[in-house]
């Protein structure tokens, strides 16, 4: 099982960038896709940002063309470049793995880390 911890938030303007980082333990984090995913209050988590091992990317239509999530495997780490931050971007993100993208869509996890909050307000 893959450990996860998230960091990197904190409170930004509109318009203002973040990068999360999220360090995975374990040997085997270059098999698996990794996943951003956030939860603002009162709604559903919603997955973000996706690569797979061989680096392909998903991103949800609400942040194309902002956010760029990226990996070093090296680092048993995976990054989610967040850019021109919007209000409607604040929400507690989770990182999470599985071996493919269809699982990480799933999001059928037994458990999830503590998250980081993303605040973006003026």
């Known amino acids: 099982q893959v450990q996860l911890v998230e960091s990197g938030g904190g409170l930004v303007q509109p318009g203002g960038s973040l990068r999360l980082s999220c360090v995975a333990s374990?040997?085997?984090?270059?098999?698996?896709?990794m996943g951003w995913y956030r939860q603002a209050p009162g709604k559903q988590r919603e997955l973000v940002a996706a690569?797979?091992?061989?680096?392909?990317?998903i991103y949800a239509d609400s942040v194309k063309g902002r956010f760029t999530i990226s990996r070093d495997s090296a680092k048993n780490t995976v990054y989610l470049q967040m850019n021109s931050l919007k209000p409607e971007d604040t929400a507690v993100y989770y990182c999470?793995?599985?071996?493919?993208?269809?699982?990480?869509?799933?999001?059928?996890?037994?458990?999830w880390g503590q998250g980081t909050q993303v605040t973006v307000s003026s």
């Open positions: 999470n793995a599985a071996l493919t993208l269809v699982a990480l869509r799933e999001a059928d996890f037994g458990s």
């Open positions: 690569i797979t091992s061989g680096g392909s990317t």
């Open positions: 374990g040997r085997i984090f270059s098999i698996y896709a």
